[in-house]
């Protein structure tokens, strides 16, 4: 069952602006919004478990979320962020399997529930969510191969750089200074999403930062300003 489901209308102002619904009719809108439950949750709050049989769809309006593994050794990686507008759990209802990873909330987030008949019967009756819904999983893909680059890096300059570039790509806002990463991300979460150890994604934006390639804003986002996008940018370590 979702968890704290609050039985109220979404407005249909609010699926306009995601991805998945962003060619449907208001009409259409109409219809998707009286099928959908809003769940609140906590930070740190798990929204499924790994290997939980899952029978909800999740769509993010406010807060952010992270998909994590736990290795044998118990360590934590982080799989991916999701941030407003994005959704998850809909593999599950796709192909009947259980969770291949646990989602929870990064901070208190509101999250739009759809249940899976429903889920269904959306992609049914909607060949323009199926299309949109093909676009996304062919950009989650590409991510995906970025994500499996990080890890093959022996160098750990190199797989923080690459993972900054790809969340900048997917997440990133420009400005004449640079390119602002909206999403603010901790030391941990970068170690957990590269393999690497906090210390040393410390001391080597530390470095960046020092060296102007970098900037921490007021609200700790990340800047990557302009010489640390040129490919021939120092990655020693």
Known sequence: MPAKGIQRKLNTEALKGIPLFSTLTDEELERIAEKITIGTFKRNEVIFHEEDTNEYMYII??????????????????????KPKDFFGEMSLIDGKTA?????ALENSIIAIIAKRDFRSLLAMQNKVLANLLQIFCARLRNSYSRIQILSFSNASQRIKTLLVMLSNMYGKKADEGVTIDMKLTHQNIADMTGITRETVTRILNRWQKEGEISVLRNKYIQLNPEFLKPEFSLKE
């Open 61 to 82: 309006l406010s807060g952010k979320v992270k998909v994590v593994q736990t290795s044998e050794e118990g360590k934590e990686i982080i799989l991916a962020l999701h």
């Open 100 to 104: 291949p990873a646990t989602v929870a």
